[in-house]
């Protein structure tokens, strides 16, 4: 499963991005779609998901100033990503798991990964 993402780039300190993730369309069932985070010397973390059901999960960093939605397809997610700081400076990662055929095995996959920016 080739997730695509974009809309990274550099920024300015309370400033605003959005990324998109987009799966393919003929995915029998998505589970769950999320973006992860990686900085340099630091582990991956979990930035925040969203279920098939539309339950969100957010990492305790970005409560408050990050926002995951999904398109009306459910095979793209958004992160609106508000009052940047500088510590969320990261390649940040798609992720999604599910089913691309009913019967089958589960599949979990990762995007290539987005760098975001945040200094002054």
């Known amino acids: 499963v080739q997730l695509v993402e974009s809309g990274g780039g550099s920024v300015q300190p309370g400033e605003s991005l959005r990324l998109t993730c987009e799966a393919p369309?003929?995915?029998?069932?998505?589970?769950?779609m999320g973006w992860y985070r990686q900085a340099p010397g630091k582990q991956r973390e979990l930035v925040a998901q969203?279920?098939?059901?539309?339950?969100?999960n957010y990492g305790d960093s970005v409560k408050g100033r990050f926002t995951i939605s999904r398109g009306t397809a459910l095979d793209t997610v958004y992160l609106q990503m508000d009052n940047l700081r500088p510590e969320d400076t990261a390649v940040y990662f798609c992720?999604?798991?599910?089913?691309?055929?009913?019967?089958?095995?589960?599949?979990?996959?990762w995007g290539r990964g987005i760098q975001v920016t945040v200094s002054s």
């Open positions: 969203i279920t098939r059901g539309g339950n969100t």
């Open positions: 369309g003929n995915i029998a069932a998505l589970i769950a």
């Open positions: 992720n999604a798991g599910g089913y691309e055929q009913i019967p089958g095995p589960p599949f979990d996959a």
